[in-house]
């Protein structure tokens, strides 16, 4: 988390704020509205119109990239492109392309790696995208406010089609728990997606707190997306150290002080870090390649154990799983 902020190349779109003019506030809801009502109606494969495009810096590397947001074919799936590498390699946004879990999720086919690919794939789970193709012309997509708002209106903008097959789905009939680290994760039965997270963090400003939204997206888009990523000051120096959080500054990122929020930033909602939560949680999610008939009730929330849990659910979406109410405990 940078002590001074760089202004980074303006998204091509509006970014999220929360002195948005109230139009623009109402206009993004009315869009996930009839995004919602058309999901129910249908219940089929869906993509993006037309192509946009994102512009900015990375979280982790700092590093400029343009991303284009293309429309994808009936069962293309989720899929990043390196068009800087020869050849523009693809990369298959499913537990299987992995790379690390560490402070972000990275996938890599290859030698082509995308790094902190939670947030714009948070924005196509969310708003129930089935199919999308993400050009992406560096190692990282941009952090632009650091939430997945800006994805999710880039997205709107484009306009979300039904397509004509089913989309892929996931009912849960029997419960799945999973304890690795120190994450907790309960996958319950429910007619619809849920997604609840708790967090606990020694810090004055946080200490326990917990949100839960439905996987709907006009509720995505109101209550999830404009969370923000968050840091603390004293991690800064050991992050860089380590190649992380090299382009994080009081743009994309909530800093946190000893005792509060760093001067000039202030929260979009009470609890807006257990909210970020829940969006790193659909976003690594996603790659499980189905829409979610699910409540997770996740405690402690990481990458780790969000990629662990879509490994898992994944295997039971290929039919893979044979003891479904087992609890899984892993160190």
Request: charged share 30%; hydrophobic share 40%; glycine share 8%.
């Amino acid at each position: 988390m940078a002590e001074r902020s760089r202004a980074s190349e303006p998204a091509a779109g509006p970014l999220p704020s929360r002195r948005a003019p109230r139009t623009a506030i109402r206009r993004r809801r009315e869009r996930a509205r009839q995004a919602g009502r058309r999901k129910r109606l249908t219940a089929k494969q869906r993509t993006i119109a037309r192509a946009v495009e994102v512009r900015g810096y990375g979280l982790h590397t700092g590093e400029a990239s343009v991303v284009r947001l293309r429309p994808a074919p009936e069962h293309g799936g989720l899929r990043f492109r390196r068009t800087d590498l020869p050849g523009a390699p693809e990369i298959p946004a499913t537990v299987e392309s992995v790379y690390s879990a560490h402070r972000e999720t990275a996938l890599r086919k290859g030698k082509a790696v995308v790094r902190t690919a939670e947030h714009v794939l948070a924005a196509a789970h969310g708003l129930t995208l089935d199919n999308l193709w993400i050009d992406v012309s560096g190692p990282e997509p941009p952090a632009l406010d650091g939430s997945a708002a800006a994805w999710c209106d880039r997205l709107l903008d484009a306009g979300l089609v039904a397509q004509e097959a089913e989309a892929p789905s996931l009912r849960i009939d029997r419960p799945l728990h999973l304890n690795i680290g120190g994450s907790r994760y309960d996958v319950l039965r429910a007619e619809d997606g849920r997604i609840s997270a708790t967090i606990d963090f020694d810090h004055p400003l946080i200490g326990r707190q917990s949100a839960s939204a439905r996987l709907e997206p006009m509720e995505f888009a109101r209550e999830i997306a404009p969370a923000r990523t968050f840091g603390l000051s004293a991690w800064a120096e050991a992050l860089r150290e380590r190649g992380l959080a090299l382009g994080a500054t009081r743009d994309n990122t909530l800093v946190l002080s000893a005792d509060g929020l760093e001067t000039g930033q202030e929260l979009r909602f009470p609890d807006e870090f257990a909210r970020h939560k829940i969006l790193d949680i659909i976003g690594d999610l996603a790659l499980v390649g189905a829409r979610l008939q699910c409540h997770v009730v996740a405690e402690r929330p990481g990458h780790r154990g969000n990629l662990e849990l879509a490994r898992r659910l994944a295997a039971r979406h290929r039919g893979a799983g044979s003891r479904e109410n087992e609890t899984n405990e892993e160190g």
